[in-house]
């Protein structure tokens, strides 16, 4: 099995790190120097050459990034082959044939056959319009920094030498651990968590918080905290991680919480406690471009950076660390750096309605603002709540715990936010991106046909629970007049 990896991940560099490129002579200028070939680098270089653009797109390591080698696709991956409960091998081997069968639509000689120059190496701004890479300058009208992001790891001591694993390293494993422990109860780790408890592991997952999803809708969060616990997760809140001993390879988490001290023996540590942009070695004060205090590239509105000429996307620089966020906001970059004409033409990373899915099982997506987030912008709201239980499909499913929750502004069922708890959530949560993006009030849902039996009817209730508030006294009182009318004319 080890040599079936060796061989795929072969055939993965053979398509995103080619061992035999030679990096092409550069243009005089470039319209676009895009740095970071993820899925921010891969959408602005197709998109800026596909609309005439001469654009250069630099990859130090593998093109695909995160999502391709080490997030996304292996994740979801190994996240179905735990719910079908394949033995571990067999669902890494198919974590490793997955990123090969999708590798070529990121692959190098793609991206040359659409007419981007792809350079291989670690690019290091020299000015504020111009690129070095191994020795090449690159010299551009515009630039953007897609450089991504790495997995933090928290200064707990004794840690470094337990070799913790992280979302870029969990998925070379090949024997699986009898014991696990998880650290972090944010998407990762709750994904991650439940599913080594569906191969079998022993999973103990410490959360610093009180509650898991922070992020999330709190009785979103709930639901997933009872399915790990199905699972056989074992959930410690509000934990202080002292220091990390190993002996006689067992590792040793010592915490505290606010109940007790313990300590967890555990075979192998999963780390999934945020993320840091990657910005080492872009010399960026040369370019004049600044970071914040966690080392974000520094973006406004329009995803322009301190420097004028250089623009920003993607993990790197932006709050939501999602694929599709990163797709979004490239978008927005080759417009703006491209296209714009000073304020004409100009998109707004402002005017995205943001969504995102945890692929626990059930799933939980969200799209636009949570309760608190309504409230802190000043916006009176009114929620309306279907529970899976209530459900024809989900009864048949057996799969009653869940629910969609929708924020609408008050009194107008102009939607502001939504939640799903469900199988399928992320597909389900498209319906209310699409329509709190073209202004759809819930009245229009509730009118609109959905198939008999589907988890989306839910949606369709919920529009039903808003009609029905309209239906006010006075409302009631004039349709019982007009009905006694046409029982007379009758």
């Known amino acids: 099995m080890i040599s079936d990896h060796a061989t795929l991940d072969q055939e993965l560099r053979a398509h995103v790190r ?24 891969l959408v602005a270089a197709a998109g800026a050459v596909g609309l005439g653009a001469r654009v250069a797109l630099v990859e130090r390591h593998l093109l695909g ?31 490793h044939r997955a990123r090969v069968t999708l590798a070529p639509h990121d692959s190098a000689h793609r991206f040359r056959s659409l007419g981007v ?75 991650l968590a439940q599913a080594f408890g569906r191969f079998g592991v022993e999973v103990v ?35 202080r991680i002292e220091r990390v001993d190993v002996l006689d390879g ?53 995803l322009r950076t301190t420097n004028p000429r250089v623009y920003a996307c993607g993990d790197v620089c932006l709050p939501w660390k999602f694929t599709h966020a990163a797709d979004a906001a490239a978008r927005i970059v080759v417009q703006n750096a491209l296209f714009a004409l000073g304020p004409l033409g100009r998109r707004r990373l402002s005017g995205l309605t943001m969504s995102w899915c945890t692929f626990t099982d059930p799933e939980v997506a969200h799209a636009g ?12 709201i009114d929620t309306y709540t279907q529970p899976l239980s209530t459900l024809d499909r989900a009864v048949t499913d057996g799969t009653i715990d869940g629910f969609v929750k929708l924020h609408a502004r008050r009194g107008t069922g102009a939607i502001v936010g939504a939640t799903i708890v469900a199988p399928h959530a992320g597909d389900l949560i498209g319906e209310l991106s699409v329509a709190m993006a073209g202004k759809t009030p819930l009245g229009a849902i509730a009118n609109a046909i959905h198939p008999y039996p589907t988890y989306a009817e839910a949606i369709r209730k919920c529009g039903d629970l808003y009609n029905r508030t309209r239906l006010t006294p006075r409302v009631k009182a004039i349709l019982e007049w007009w009905l006694s009318l046409r029982i007379r004319e009758s």
Not at 206 to 216: C, F, I, K, Q, V
Request: net charge negative.
């Open 18 to 41: 080619p061992p035999d490129w030679i990096n092409p002579v550069p243009a005089n200028r470039y319209n676009l120097v895009v740095i970071g070939g993820g899925t921010a680098g």
């Open 117 to 191: 120059d792809v350079f291989f190496g670690h690019a290091r701004f020299t000015d504020h319009e111009t690129v070095i890479v191994d020795g090449q300058r690159l010299r551009f009208a515009r630039a953007v920094v897609a450089t991504g992001a790495r997995p933090a790891i928290p200064p707990i001591p004794g840690l470094a030498n337990a070799s913790p694993l992280t979302s870029e390293t969990v998925f070379e494993k090949t024997d699986l651990p009898r014991r696990i422990g998880v650290i972090g109860g944010g998407p990762v780790g709750c994904e």
């Open 369 to 380: 603002l949570s309760e608190r987030e309504a409230g802190e912008r000043g916006i009176a």
């Open 65 to 95: 990034g995160d999502c391709l080698n080490t997030g996304c696709v292996p994740s979801k991956t190994l996240i179905s082959s735990a719910r079908a409960r394949l033995p571990f091998r067999e669902a890494m081997a198919r974590v």
């Open 250 to 302: 067992v590792r040793a988490i010592a915490y505290e919480t606010d109940r007790r001290a313990a300590v967890a023996e555990v075979d192998a540590i999963l780390v999934s406690t945020g993320r840091t942009p990657n910005v080492d070695g872009l010399n960026l004060d040369a370019a004049g471009i600044a970071t914040d205090a966690k080392g974000a590239v520094r973006v406004d509105d329009f």
């Open 205 to 239: 997952l410490l959360h610093d918080l009180p509650r898991l999803l922070e992020r999330d809708d709190a009785d979103a969060a709930t639901s997933v905290a009872q399915a790990l616990r199905r699972d056989g997760v074992q959930l410690v809140f509000g934990a």
